[in-house]
């Protein structure tokens, strides 16, 4: 006998997208959708169960539930000095551009485990800025918030870190930023003092503050056309004029609502400046 099977799996995604967006606010509707099924595949997997809708109930009545959603559905992905020619690309080109304000504010957004704020921190020292700037890192996932205010970091980690930091046209030693305890790296107090990190989602909150540069690097690669639009006209309404932005490798601002309010600084390390 033949059954016809029907697969039901996309109606069950839209249900529990949109219930984890009623209940907790994080609307994944408009992220890649083939990516946050197969996340979310495999978290059914992963929790033993059989369908996507089995999910439901553990959203419904299981509060600390959406951390294991959160931590399923992010990619968190990060490591210190990542793309190094962009850091090396923004210390020659854009830091004497910052020199000129009397204050920085530099927002990370999407930071994930911290390793972009302290290298944006690292910089900034080094470049003798870091005494007036404050660095605002937020992302949506509190667990890696956790690990980024604790701001300690494998040696595995720490390893490549140097290596990228070197590759920089870092200035010192990467060891001289951090101290090793218990095979952990521990970055300096005086890197952490001058990074706020804040839980803040980009498709639900609003700007928070006035800022000279908004790294988002990798993040809007996994958000669909309008939302990748609404969250650039978002970090343009937070940017200063003759401000900054710097996004991701395989993020642009072309074809984008804001394209035409930015002139392109290096389309290769993705530095854009608001006009
Ligand atoms: C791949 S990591 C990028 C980390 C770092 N920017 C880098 O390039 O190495 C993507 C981060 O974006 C965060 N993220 C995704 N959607 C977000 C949202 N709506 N609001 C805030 N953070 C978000 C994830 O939690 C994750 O930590």
């Given at each position: 006998m033949?059954?016809?099977?029907?697969?039901?799996?996309?109606?069950?995604?839209?249900?529990?997208?949109?219930?984890?967006?009623?209940?907790?606010?994080?609307?994944?509707?408009?992220?890649?959708?083939?990516?946050?099924?197969?996340?979310?595949?495999?978290?059914?997997?992963?929790?033993?169960?059989?369908?996507?809708?089995?999910?439901?109930?553990?959203?419904?009545?299981?509060?600390?539930?959406?951390?294991?959603?959160?931590?399923?559905?992010?990619?968190?992905?990060?490591?210190?000095?990542?793309?190094?020619?962009?850091?090396?690309?923004?210390?020659?080109?854009?830091i004497h551009k910052l020199k000129i304000f009397p204050q920085l504010n530099i927002w990370i957004a999407g930071c994930a485990t911290g390793e972009e704020a302290y290298t944006v921190a690292i910089l900034?020292?080094?470049?003798?800025?870091?005494?007036?700037?404050q660095i605002y890192a937020t992302d949506f996932n509190n667990n890696s918030l956790k690990i980024a205010k604790a701001g300690r970091y494998s040696i595995d980690n720490i390893k490549k870190a140097s290596k990228n930091y070197q590759n920089s046209g870092g200035k010192v030693s990467f060891m001289d930023y951090c101290k090793v305890e218990q095979n952990l790296a521990i970055m300096n107090n005086d890197l952490k003092d001058k990074i706020l990190f804040s839980n803040h989602n980009l498709t639900e909150d609003y700007i928070f503050a006035t800022m000279n540069v908004v790294l988002c690097r990798n993040v809007l690669i996994y958000f669909n056309k309008n939302l990748k639009n609404q969250v650039l006209e978002l970090f343009y309404k937070s940017l200063d004029s003759k401000c900054f932005l710097v996004l991701g490798d395989k993020e642009s601002i072309r074809f984008s609502g804001i394209e035409n309010k930015f002139s392109t600084i290096s389309e290769s390390a993705k530095i854009y400046q608001k006009e």
């Open positions: 033949i059954t016809n099977k029907i697969d039901h799996s996309n109606t069950e995604l839209d249900l529990v997208l949109d219930l984890v967006h009623n209940v907790y606010g994080y609307n994944f509707k408009e992220y890649n959708r083939k990516s946050v099924k197969r996340r979310i595949e495999n978290l059914v997997i992963k929790k033993q169960l059989n369908h996507i809708s089995d999910l439901i109930p553990m959203i419904l009545y299981k509060d600390e539930f959406i951390n294991d959603f959160l931590e399923a559905i992010s990619v968190t992905v990060t490591e210190m000095f990542r793309d190094a020619f962009v850091f090396r690309y923004f210390r020659k080109e854009v900034l020292k080094e470049e003798g800025l870091l005494h007036k700037s």
